[in-house]
């Protein structure tokens, strides 16, 4: 009878020490990646930012050298390869996909001149140049595709967090957990 309350007494399992710093373990890693996913996200927001911006830069620079918006030029063979021309109204709203030509054929954005291939953004969506509604006709640097909290991120931080008035618009609400198919910068 004594060995068999040996036995049983001297059975071990884990004290609440170990389940605690177990637990406390699995709680920093938990952490580590929640914290991971969100630099993460700060990357891609970051990163379409600055392609809003270079792309802004683009279209200056081919303003600068040409003396007229990119698309938008009425010489024959401005910039040299260009095989179309715009009306030179001052509104980016030829063909889309010509003015990222235009610049890819000055050689200001990277990629082949006559590549109609819109570049793609952070977010998965395209990037472009265009004469486009957001509440308002105007030049737009246009992104597709974003997610609607970090439309409402961008617009509350670069301008008046509205999406209909402002240099920054949105084609939809800023809806938790959904896309903004249009998202654009005034230029």
Not at 46 to 53: A, Q, S, T, W, Y
Request: hydrophobic share 35%.
């Amino acid at each position: 009878m004594n060995k068999i309350k040996k036995r049983i007494n001297s059975q071990s399992g884990f004290t609440l020490v170990e389940i605690a710093i177990v637990l406390i373990i699995i709680g920093l890693l938990i952490g580590g990646i929640i914290k991971g996913q969100a630099m993460i996200k700060n990357a891609k927001v970051k990163r379409l930012v600055g392609d809003i911006d270079g792309m802004r830069a683009a279209v200056l620079t081919y303003q600068d050298k040409f003396g007229m918006l990119p698309g938008d030029e009425n010489d024959t063979n401005t910039p040299i390869g260009d095989t179309h021309n715009g009306d030179g109204d001052g509104l980016m709203d030829e063909t889309d996909g010509y003015e990222i030509e235009d610049m890819r054929l000055a050689e200001i954005i990277p990629g082949s001149g006559t590549d109609l291939t819109l570049p793609k953004n952070a977010f998965g969506g395209t990037m472009r140049v265009d004469y486009y509604n957001l509440g308002g006709n105007d030049n737009y640097i246009i992104v597709t595709n974003i997610p609607a909290e970090t439309c409402q991120e961008i617009d509350t931080k670069y301008d008046d967090g509205v999406r209909t008035t402002g240099e920054i618009r949105a084609g939809a609400n800023y809806t938790a957990d959904t896309t903004i198919a249009i998202f654009g910068w005034k230029l």
